[in-house]
């Protein structure tokens, strides 16, 4: 049996410290059926020398002709996906050995699922373990709705992109992610994704998420702080609730509104305290 193509998509700009560290986690992976699909939005450091350093024929590099933006570059990673199944990959973080092959495991166990995610650890500059998110004992497969709301009503249970591996009929068919958010739009995607499939979950750990002042999330938050945290967390809610897809009403508005704003509201203060310093 042969195993299926999976698309993991870099997308990059200026992340040429820990670059390398990114692309060798993947490179690593004990599945080697991917294609590694990087994109560079202009850089203006060496990201891309570090890239064409590389002398394996799963990679596959492109050089956008104009700077497309975070969510722009994401968008345009995903426009070069060939693969069964899709990956999100950051230019910082760290993918474990295993988490491909355990996602693909899952999602060829459960064809009702969308997505597939797995516990992650949250790490500092310095590679140094800051939390474990184990928030699954086992394996398993839960209605995609029900997990979709759950996730709406308090925090992003997706984590970051890397702990996630999409579908690619199902990203085909919720379409791009919306250019539109600055802070949320991987959590409005998931929440998009899972509300037209189960969601699969793993008691590995997938993914090391990096906490760093350089990363380009950081840059495009410390850019719109206030508006973008706060103002996406509402339109998101209120895009999925006039939806109608998910089962939601105005007790779960009622929760979100003092939960997920107090969690955006805690984020603004952490990166207008970072600066001032």
């Known amino acids: 049996m042969t195993s299926p193509v999976v698309s993991i998509c870099l997308p ?42 590389y002398n394996d024929s799963r990679i596959k590099f492109y050089k956008n002709e104009k700077n497309l933006g975070l ?13 069964k199944y899709i990956k999100l990959m ?5 993918l474990y050995p295993n988490a491909i092959a355990k996602q693909v495991e899952l999602l060829e166990l459960y064809p009702q699922a969308s997505l597939c995610i797995g516990n992650t650890s949250v790490i500092n500059e310095n590679g140094d373990v800051v939390c474990n998110r184990n928030r699954f004992n086992k394996d398993g497969v839960i209605d995609g709705r029900m997990f979709a709301k759950k996730a709406l009503r308090g925090r992003n249970l997706f ?3 890397p702990n996630v591996m999409f579908r690619k009929e199902t990203v085909n068919r919720v379409g791009e992610f919306d250019n539109s958010f600055t802070y949320a739009p991987d959590w409005d995607f998931c929440i998009s994704i899972s509300s037209i499939g189960d ?3 793993t008691n590995d750990k997938v993914m090391d998420f990096r906490i760093s002042d350089i990363s380009e999330t950081n840059r495009v938050l410390n850019q719109n702080a206030g508006a973008s945290t706060l103002g996406d967390c509402d339109r998101m809610f209120l895009k999925h609730y006039n939806a109608k897809i998910i089962p ?5 508005y009622a ?15 952490v990166l207008r305290i970072r600066k001032k310093r």
């Open 12 to 53: 990059i700009y200026n992340g040429a410290r820990f670059l390398k560290i990114a692309i060798e986690s993947v490179l690593n992976q004990t599945y080697s059926n991917f294609e590694l699909i990087i994109c560079d939005d202009c850089s203006s450091d060496n990201s891309p020398e570090i890239v064409e350093k």
């Open 71 to 83: 969510v722009g570059n994401w968008n345009n990673s995903f426009s070069y996906a060939t693969g």
């Open 90 to 94: 950051m230019q910082d973080d760290y």
């Open 159 to 161: 984590c970051e992109p």
């Open 199 to 201: 969601v699969a979950y």
């Open 248 to 252: 939601l009403n105005a007790i779960d």
């Open 255 to 269: 929760i979100f509104k003092t939960t997920v704003r107090l969690l955006a509201l805690a984020r603004v203060i």
